[in-house]
Each structure stands twice: as C-alpha cells, then as structure tokens.
C-alpha cells in the first residue's frame, strides 16, 4: 500500500534525504512504527505522528492513501503549541 509521507525538521535528511513530502510503499498491515523502519528512521526521532491530521501514535494502523506527518522530538512541543493555538483561533472563530 501506499501512504504520503510529509518529514518534519531534521527528519527530512535523516531518512536518507529526499524531499520533504513523499509517497511511501510499505505493507498491507502497517503501523506508523513500520513506516519510520522503511524510512530508516530510529523510532526514538519520532515524536510525533499525525495521520489525516489527525495526532495519532507509532502502533497506529496505516492504510491506503493515509497522509501521515512525523516531527522530531526538537520540534514537537513547538507543533503541538502551534497546533492547539491553532484549534483554539478555529473553536473562537466559530
């Protein structure tokens, strides 16, 4: 199956380079954990996953056609207040 794969900050380079969104092969039954394996990546350098913008963890099923973002320990807690200010200015506006 197929997911898109969107590298946050150093990610990007450590998943042996390349752009900073790709499409991915990986198996049918794949978790996000998997996907940092085919990408190379060590599962301590990904902080954070989220899968159809939606924040998900490294054991969650992947399926045809998902977006998945991964970020970096470095720059999680700076997503994740960029993020939630975010939802806040969406919940006031609404």
């Known amino acids: 199956m197929r997911v ?4 946050g900050g150093h990610l990007r380079t450590e998943a042996h380079k390349g752009p900073m969104e790709r499409v991915v092969e990986v198996p049918d039954e794949a978790r996000g954990v ?3 394996a085919a ?3 060590p599962v301590d350098r990904v902080r954070m ?3 159809n ?3 998900s963890s490294l054991s969650t099923s992947l399926h045809d056609g998902d977006r998945v973002a991964l970020f970096p320990p470095e720059l999680s807690y700076n997503t994740f207040v960029s993020l939630s200010y975010r939802q806040d200015r969406i919940e006031e506006s609404k």
Do not use: R
């Open 53 to 55: 913008n939606h924040a």
């Open 4 to 7: 898109t794969v969107l590298l």
């Open 49 to 51: 996953i989220f899968i």
């Open 39 to 41: 990408l190379g990546l």
């Open 34 to 36: 998997d996907l940092a």
